[in-house]
């Protein structure tokens, strides 16, 4: 019977990718080129429209395949370093909007998941949904106590929908992969993949649930961004209550300009709660598309961004941060040798790769952007062409970074359309270079010393004992090497001056607090 699901399934697909001129990727398919023959005795192949670029029927044949489609090919269009500029951007276009089930259907869902009826939680229910999309849709609702809130519900049957058209993704990813003439290049099985992760993740309104809450805690008493309230009493896998906001839409410019909204503090206010996302916190949000972004009209001239759904986040290990600041500080000063650098040491291109080779491809692509004033230099697209240009040198694609460069791109898009003077780069700086410089040098040093302290304190009595056991299993199992166990004896002595010196360093340390306190005192 899923066998039959699929087939029907694929014969649809493979009409709606006729009717928009796209069956050249039915018979770009090993299996299918001896047909293709068929394809130029086809009568609509005569009387074909060819002023429409492929990227734009590519974008209406997944909007007409329907929304996971769609959510499929908005992740697709973050992936700008396997595609080509014109399929990126149309991707870019797509719109998560799609019909909203009836409020009767969410009201039973809510009812389900918390075990009573609607009136016994809200005093208020409002069945026709503020906003709808592929996952879930969001209605207004009113506590008992008076508090407005929002409740999103996850669709009917949407998990059973999605799992059916994974299966069938992956079907098609594995045909390209294996008859496509790009596929290997372009890595399907990877990208669905990774959608498979993301949209599974869509599907728990608990996680998404957890991540606002980090990020509220993340910008408590913040005046950049504020997050609202989850009500954890009443949320669910399927459902999710949060605090209903109110707020300017970031992209309706004409409502802010009435409202008096400072755009210049905006846009740089922006910038900043991406950088502190980033470098400070390593906790993204990583969908800050204009549907996801509000502007508070309390204070005009000092205006803060209100966020919502928080289904998709990031984050970046260390070394990530130290490639991205590093990168992106070099970048600006031209030092294209230590970017090409940078790429080596990371392992994101072969240890083999020529460095003075890569090194003249950064060059060539980065020196006629910085020509141009700094202000008009756009740091999403730096970030793109660098990827674009290290996938010639076959570096590895990071998905965290991919991200990361998507949110870039949104922040700096939303930015510059509210202030097109906007200087990234000078908004951006005292960022990078603050946590350049908690990350070397004497920040770094005691930092690192407050954090392994009380590891090393607690260990350190059982590191003898340890010793003193390795030497005994070493002298029954074979003959005593002599050097090894100088070299071992040596190593406890440094261990216990080490554990000495950790004692007295802590016991200094008291004894300084302690007189400050009481010289304060």
């Known amino acids: 019977m899923r066998l039959i699901r699929q087939f029907v399934r694929i014969f649809q697909i493979n009409m ?3 009717r928009h001129g796209l069956e050249e990727v039915i018979f770009a398919i090993h299996f299918f080129r001896p047909l293709r023959i068929i394809l130029l005795l086809m009568p609509w192949h005569w009387f074909r429209r060819v002023d429409i670029s492929h990227g734009v029927r590519i974008r209406r044949t997944l909007e007409d395949l329907g929304p996971i489609y769609v959510k499929f090919g908005q992740a697709l269009s973050t992936r700008r370093d396997l595609l080509s500029d014109d399929v990126a951007n149309e991707l870019a276009k797509l719109q998560d909007q799609v019909p909203p089930f009836p409020g009767d259907q969410a009201k039973k869902i809510i009812e389900e998941s918390l075990g009573a009826p609607v009136s016994e939680i809200f005093s208020e229910f409002d069945q026709t949904p503020l906003a709808s999309a592929s996952i879930a849709q969001v209605h207004a609702a009113t506590l008992l106590d008076g ?10 049957g949407i998990k059973k929908h999605i799992q059916r058209d994974l299966e069938l993704l992956h079907l098609i990813a594995d045909m390209a992969h294996r008859y496509w003439e790009d596929g290997r290049r372009l890595r399907p099985r990877e990208v669905v993949d990774d959608y498979e992760t993301t949209i599974l993740d869509e599907l728990d309104l608990l996680r998404e649930a957890a ?21 954890w009493d009443l949320t669910r896998v399927d459902v ?6 109110y707020g300017i839409a970031v992209n309706d410019v004409k409502t802010l300009t009435e409202n008096n909204i400072n755009m210049k503090k905006l846009s740089e206010r922006g910038v900043h709660i991406f950088f502190t996302q980033v470098f400070q916190h390593n906790f993204f949000h990583a969908d800050m598309h204009p549907g996801n972004i509000f502007v508070s009209n309390k204070n005009p001239q000092d205006p803060q961004y209100l966020g919502v759904d928080f289904g998709i986040m990031g984050t970046l290990t260390v070394e990530d941060q130290r490639y991205l600041a590093e990168n992106l500080l070099a970048f600006f000063n031209r030092d294209y040798r230590r970017v090409a650098e940078l790429h080596l040491e990371s392992g994101w291109v072969p ?39 290290a996938r010639r040198f076959k570096m590895e694609v990071q998905p965290q970074l991919v991200l990361l460069q998507k949110t870039l791109l949104n922040i700096e898009g939303l930015g510059r359309q509210l202030d097109p003077d906007l200087d990234l780069w000078q908004t951006a700086k005292p960022f990078l270079d603050r946590w350049m410089s908690e990350q070397v040098g004497v920040h770094a040093l005691i930092k690192g010393m407050k954090n392994h302290l009380p590891k090393i304190l607690e260990q350190s009595p059982e590191i003898p004992a340890l010793i003193y056991q390795a030497l005994q299993t070493h002298n029954q199992n074979q003959p005593a090497d002599t050097q090894l166990v100088q ?13 000495w010196f950790a004692v007295a360093f802590t016991t200094v340390m008291l004894m300084t607090t302690g007189a400050i306190i009481y010289l304060l005192t």
């Open 16 to 18: 709606i990718l006729v």
């Open 147 to 156: 508090t407005n809130v929002v409740v999103k519900v996850l669709r009917p």
């Open 211 to 231: 991540n606002a809450s980090l990020l509220r805690r993340n910008f408590d008493n913040s005046a950049d961004l504020y997050v609202p309230e989850i009500y």
């Open 240 to 245: 999710m209550v949060m605090e209903r906001i």
């Open 351 to 389: 240890p083999d790769t020529r460095l003075d080779h890569f090194e003249s491809a950064i060059r060539t692509v980065c020196e006629p952007i910085f020509q141009k004033p700094i202000s008009e230099i756009s740091f999403g697209n730096l970030l793109l062409r660098l990827f674009q240009t």
């Open 487 to 499: 070299k071992i004896e040596k190593l406890e002595r440094q261990v216990k001056h080490q554990k």
